[in-house]
Nanobody
Framework: QVQLVESGGGLVQAGGSLRLSCAAS?????????MGWFRQAPGKEREFVAG????????YYADSVKGRFTISRDNAKNTVYLQMNSLKPEDTAIYYC???????????????????WGQGTQVTVSS
């Protein structure tokens, strides 16, 4: 199994930026592995934010964050990042890193399609 540990969350004012990190260990990633970021606000369903293929680097973003957030990865460090700019109060949520080990080229966007999850890190955006 893979262990995923998020870091970088915190409190930031609207319009500010944060960079989340997700360090992976354990299971070796394959060429097809997708790393994703999800978020969940109180009383709401966990929703997809962004995903990236471990090899190749193709990305997919939720419309709500497109143009503001950037997902990237450092293969040598086994780490995926989420750069969050122009943050809004509605971005407030617990952010989760996840891994999808499906053996294909798709970047999936549904919670049930991912196999492993980190513990989450809180992001709070104040107005």
């Amino acid at each position: 199994q893979v262990q995923l540990v998020e870091s970088g969350g915190g409190l930031v004012q609207a319009g500010g930026s944060l960079r989340l990190s997700c360090a992976a260990s354990g299971r070796t990633f394959s060429y097809y592995t997708t790393m994703g970021w999800f978020r969940q606000a109180p009383g709401k369903e966990r929703e997809f934010v962004a995903g990236i293929k471990w090899s190749g680097g193709s990305t997919y973003y939720a419309d709500s964050v497109k143009g503001r957030f950037t997902i990237s990865r450092d293969n040598a460090k086994n780490t995926v990042y989420l750069q969050m700019n122009s943050l809004k109060p509605e971005d407030t949520a617990i952010y989760y890193c996840a891994a999808d080990f499906s053996i294909d080229s798709y970047v999936r966007s549904r919670v049930y399609e991912y196999d492993s999850w980190g513990q989450g890190t809180q992001v709070t955006v104040s107005s």
